[in-house]
């Protein structure tokens, strides 16, 4: 922990050569998952050469070594710093689906831009109470580093198995719960089966049946970058109420808006993310035995 705190007292513009460094080693040195990139970004842009996939594959992990040095960052960052590098392009579209902020609101993103900037960023913003769902981390030194970093500016980190369970107990006060659901569910969990990127793959239906059971409207926030250090959000509707029970609609809504998101900007989704992990056929084929 205390490498992450020395390293959060770095100014930008050294952060920023060491993240430089550190993308010469985690693509040249130690390869940090790049036959996955390289898969995952081949099925995604079929119609791009070996060449192009290469180039691409190099700026997204210069723009990973960047993002994870800024979510560092962010633990001695003020309130004023985010409101300076991350700008609301349409606040107003919030403000509208909450009835100028008393009823609750669901928002659904991506790992695209600066994920982590973007909660700090809209907190500071707009001034209102968001509620970021999240995954618990393998490593419990870093898991304990991003829980206090989505904290800092009064948010309530909930973990996924809590989730449910304190959105409907508290469903008559106002919240922003954001939830960045393009993480794939293990084959233990309930999983809706969609084509995303060209490929099948599973996403969570949680989010979903918490939007029914609540009548909660449903935006999406899109991470883009500016330029380095400095990022935009801009909402969009994904899906308002009433919701047809027997549809899922606003997965797929999800789906299709976070595909035109990560095309518009393919170098800042994370491509590392193990999301094709799971096979449809072969998991149909085993239930069938």
């Known amino acids: 922990m205390m490498f992450y705190r020395l390293l959060s007292w770095l100014p930008f513009p050294v952060l920023y050569a060491t993240a430089w460094v550190a993308y010469l080693l985690l693509y040249y040195v130690a390869g940090y998952r790049k036959a996955v990139v390289r898969e995952n970004l081949g099925e995604a842009f079929p119609d791009k050469n070996e060449r192009e996939i290469t180039v691409l594959a190099k700026k997204f992990y210069l723009h990973l070594a960047q993002v994870a040095l800024e979510i560092i960052k962010a633990r001695r960052m003020s309130r004023a710093d985010f409101r ?134 449903v935006l999406f926030a899109q991470c883009r970058r500016r330029s380095r250090g400095h990022y935009e959000v801009e909402f969009h509707e994904l899906a308002r109420p009433p919701y047809d029970k027997d549809s899922h609609d606003i997965t797929q809504s999800y789906v299709r808006m976070a595909e035109r998101a990560i095309r518009s900007e393919p170098e800042s989704w994370l491509w590392s993310n193990r999301r094709w992990k799971r096979d449809r056929a072969r998991e149909s084929k085993g239930q069938g035995m």
């Open 84 to 217: 300076q590098r991350v700008k609301m392009v349409n606040p107003e579209l919030l403000r509208q689906y909450s009835n100028d902020y008393q009823d609750s609101v669901i928002v659904l993103t991506i790992h695209q831009g600066n994920w982590e900037w973007m909660l700090h960023g809209a907190t500071s913003a707009l001034n209102i109470p968001i509620d970021p769902v999240y995954k618990p981390l393998h490593n419990k030194v870093v898991d304990k580093l991003i829980f206090d970093i989505r904290r800092q500016f009064g948010s309530r980190p909930l973990s996924m198995a809590q989730s449910t369970r304190d959105i409907l107990r508290r469903r008559r006060e106002f919240r922003v719960f954001v939830m960045v659901a393009d993480q794939s569910p293990v084959r233990s969990e309930r999983s809706y089966w969609t084509e995303f990127m060209n490929r099948q793959a599973a996403f969570y239906p949680g989010t979903e049946i918490i939007a029914k059971m609540t009548q909660f409207p």
